[in-house]
């Protein structure tokens, strides 16, 4: 439950941290970071969704009727959002960077 919390959270220091400190963010790193997090997210719950449309249980351990390749499109899709966050971790620590090196 609380990993549902951490975007919210990275989102509200990502947009707080350039009032803060005056130093904007890169948005070419902030438009793709987006784009990875929107469609790995969309895809991964989606692959969730198709399996429970099909039949297979959540919470078995091997899916039913060879549908292993949905869950496996969703590892896909999660790999996917992980990109982005850790994009938007890379502009942060960016961000922090210049604010320590200025003069």
Same mark, same amino acid.
Request: net charge positive.
């Given at each position: *439950?609380?990993?549902? @919390? *951490?975007? &919210? @959270? /990275?989102?509200? @220091? ?9 130093? @904007? ?18 895809? &991964?719950?989606? $692959? &969730?969704? $198709?399996?429970? #449309? ?8 091997? #899916? ?6 949905? #869950?496996?499109?969703?590892? &896909?899709?999660?790999? *996917? #959002? ?9 502009? /942060? ?8 090196? $200025?003069?």
């Amino acid at each position: *439950m609380a990993l549902g @919390v *951490m975007l &919210f @959270v /990275i989102g509200a @220091v990502y947009h707080i941290l350039p009032d803060l400190t005056g130093i @904007v963010p890169y948005e070419r790193i902030a438009k793709r970071a987006l784009t990875f997090i929107l469609i790995g997210g969309y895809g &991964f719950v989606l $692959s &969730f969704l $198709s399996q429970g #449309a099909l039949g297979n249980p959540r919470r078995y351990t091997y #899916a039913l009727r060879n549908l292993d390749w949905i #869950a496996w499109l969703g590892v &896909f899709f999660a790999g *996917m #959002a992980a990109y982005g966050t850790l994009l938007i971790f890379k502009d /942060i620590g960016l961000k922090l960077v210049r604010i320590i090196l $200025s003069p």
